[in-house]
Every structure is written in structure tokens, then in C-alpha cells.
T-cell receptor, first 114, second 111 residues
């Protein structure tokens, strides 16, 4: 059974703080994703990684960066958190980079920026 | 126009009823189609892929209409446990980074 874990379920940070969200998958998947989910907007892709140290911008990368130093771990970094980054952040992984592959999601991190 | 559009609902139906949702997509070159289910305060999970010929999994039937650019999900004999948000997901190209999630349709089954 695929397991994707995220470092925190709930996080409260102040404007301007640096925020790290960590995601780990245990299925040796090549691809990992970071999304944010907001009411009425669905899931929007922030960044995507198809291999260690490889990354690709998604639809809304501004204000975010990512790191993938090991295959199983994909980190999302908010260099200077802002209130409009208050959201649910979901990490996902998939076996390959084909759009036909199932994505497996972590439980999500609800981030509040005050 | 949104790339993937769903009626947000909520659909509130009695147990045992049949309910259907549609989802429209704007990119005619889309190649892959899915329904994901998301329970309240939980992560999305794949419910079923949608194939050109349509597919059925127990009480759930998914259909694809390429000409009109929509996919549908039919739930028969609905159960209380079917209450969730159903996300329509469309792959715009061959890459996983081109997958677009709809904002979801909320379904509530009442006893």
C-alpha cells in the first residue's frame, strides 16, 4: 500500500517567516507533486519533480521553491510567507510522469499565515 | 472558461437513490480522465479512471463523451458512505504535470 506522509497536519506561521513543508513517499515513485487546494479553485499545481534534483514549475510557482535531494522526499519552501499563502497543501506521488498514472496523496497540511 | 468545470453542488439525495454528475473540459486534446473522491478533511483518492468505452465498478459507472467534451459519474443505490466530494480530473497532455483538477462536486446522502 502506497504511503505518502506530510510533516505536519496543521501549521500556523507569521507573515515573513520561512516555512518548510516536507513530504515523504515509500513506494520508490519517480514523480512527486505539490498542490494547494482552495475552496472553489480545486487543486492547483505548484511544483512537480520527475527525478532527484529535477523540478518543473506548475501553474502557480510564485512565492514557492522546492527541493528534492532524495527520491523519497520532496520539500516545499515558502521563503517569506504571506497571508495569501494560507491554504491546504497536498503532496502527491506517482510511479511515472505519464498523465495516465494514479497520483497518491498525503493527508495534507493546513497552513495558516497570520 | 475554466479548463475543467463541475457543478459544485451540494447534491443532497436519499439513501438508495441514483445520482449523476457531469464534468466538462475545454481542451479537446485531453488524453486521460479520472474521478477522485475526497472525504471531508482528507486527501483525494482515485475512485476510477474513465475510458473511452466507459467503465463500471460495482455501483459506479463512468462515461466519456469526447464529442461534447464531458465525463460523467453515475452512482446507483447510493449509500451513506458515498457522501464526499467528487473531483473530476483531466490530463491535458501526456505529462503528469498537465493534469487539471476540477473544484469538485459535493454529495451528501441522507438516511
Amino acid at each position: 500500500d502506497v504511503k505518502v506522509t506530510q510533516s505536519s497536519r496543521y501549521l500556523v506561521k507569521r507573515t515573513g517567516e520561512k516555512v518548510f513543508l516536507e513530504c515523504v513517499q515509500d513506494m520508490d515513485h519517480e514523480n512527486m507533486f505539490w498542490y494547494r487546494q482552495d475552496p472553489g479553485l480545486g487543486l492547483r499545481l505548484i511544483y512537480f519533480s520527475y527525478d532527484v534534483k529535477m523540478k518543473e514549475k506548475g501553474d502557480i510557482p510564485e512565492g514557492y521553491s522546492v527541493s528534492r535531494e532524495k527520491k523519497e522526499r520532496f520539500s516545499l519552501i515558502l521563503e517569506s510567507a504571506s497571508t495569501n499563502q494560507t491554504s491546504m497543501y497536498l503532496c502527491a506521488s506517482s510511479w511515472s510522469d505519464r498523465s495516465t498514472d494514479t497520483q497518491y496523496f498525503g493527508p495534507g497540511t493546513r497552513l495558516t499565515v497570520l | 472558461r475554466k479548463e475543467v468545470e463541475q457543478d459544485p453542488g451540494p447534491f443532497n439525495v436519499p439513501e438508495g437513490a441514483t445520482v449523476a454528475f457531469n464534468c466538462t473540459y475545454s481542451n479537446s486534446a485531453s488524453q486521460s480522465f479520472f474521478w477522485y473522491r475526497q472525504d471531508c478533511r482528507k486527501e483525494p483518492k482515485l475512485l476510477m479512471s474513465v475510458y473511452s468505452s466507459g467503465n463500471e465498478d460495482g455501483r459506479f459507472t463512468a462515461q466519456l463523451n469526447r464529442a461534447s467534451q464531458y465525463i460523467s459519474l453515475l452512482i446507483r443505490d447510493s449509500k451513506l458512505s458515498d457522501s464526499a466530494t467528487y473531483l473530476c480530473v483531466v490530463g491535458g497532455g501526456s505529462s503528469a504535470s498537465k493534469i487539471i483538477f476540477g473544484s469538485g462536486t459535493r454529495l451528501s446522502i441522507r438516511p
